[in-house]
T-cell receptor
Framework: KQEVTQIPAALSVPEGENLVLNCSFTDSAIYNLQWFRQDPGKGLTSLLLIQSSQREQTSGRLNASLDKSSGRSTLYIAASQPGDSATYLCAVLINQAGTALIFGKGTTLSVSS | DTAVSQTPKYLVTQMGNDKSIKCEQNLGHDTMYWYKQDSKKFLKIMFSYNNKELIINETVPNRFSPKSPDKAHLNLHINSLELGDSAVYFC?????????????FGAGTRLSVL
């Protein structure tokens, strides 16, 4: 059974720092891996999606990497800003056809100014 | 334009009542989902529908019954509500069979059972 773990559960950093969020999954037979952002009381916003054949994806200050064989992904946030404060969720899709995402419990990030 | 919209946003009700949550997507997607986020913020799939047919039905009490009148709608009806049903319920949609399969989420419905 696929399990997704995110470390750390919470992280506090001063503005401007670069940081890394970690995600691991137990079954490497994934179709893709997605990183989401959730703001308090809000829905989820997709940040980056990495196909199983890809190694990384970049969007602005965000870079996500995927090492499928070791069951790991990282989300790198450069030059963090207070507006980055949110919960970041990692999720894997284990096949393409109608299968839902398996989520980690998230990392809650707080960036202080 | 809201891509995935859920109503109501908040729902407070008594134990034993029956309630429904509605979800609509205007993205032309063929697959819709219901997820539950518990008090510990853990998101877990409940149901998945593709072209109005049930694809996934995780271990969910049969008091929960999804209904998909068409591809753009997936409603969730809950009978005999219990305290443990209190959670945030998220609807999502995506394309099946498309490489990227990005799921788009609604803003959630916060259900409180008293």
């Amino acid at each position: 059974k696929q399990e997704v773990t995110q470390i750390p559960a919470a992280l506090s950093v001063p503005e401007g720092e670069n940081l890394v969020l970690n995600c691991s999954f137990t079954d490497s037979a994934i179709y893709n891996l997605q990183w989401f952002r959730q703001d308090p009381g809000k829905g989820l916003t997709s940040l980056l999606l990495i196909q199983s054949s890809q190694r990384e994806q970049t969007s602005g200050r965000l870079n996500a990497s995927l090492d499928k064989s070791s069951g790991r992904s990282t989300l790198y946030i450069a030059a963090s800003q207070p507006g980055d404060s949110a919960t970041y969720l990692c999720a894997v899709l284990i096949n393409q056809a109608g299968t839902a995402l398996i989520f980690g419990k998230g990392t809650t990030l707080s960036v202080s100014s | 334009d809201t891509a995935v919209s859920q109503t109501p946003k908040y729902l407070v009700t008594q134990m034993g009542n029956d309630k429904s949550i509605k979800c609509e997507q205007n993205l032309g997607h063929d697959t819709m989902y219901w997820y539950k986020q518990d008090s510990k913020k853990f998101l877990k799939i409940m149901f998945s529908y593709n072209n109005k047919e049930l694809i996934i039905n995780e271990t969910v009490p049969n008091r929960f019954s999804p209904k998909s009148p068409d591809k753009a709608h997936l409603n969730l009806h809950i009978n005999s509500l219990e305290l443990g049903d209190s959670a945030v319920y998220f609807c999502a949609s995506s394309f099946e069979g498309v490489a990227k399969n990005i799921q788009y989420f609604g803003a959630g419905t916060r259900l409180s059972v008293l």
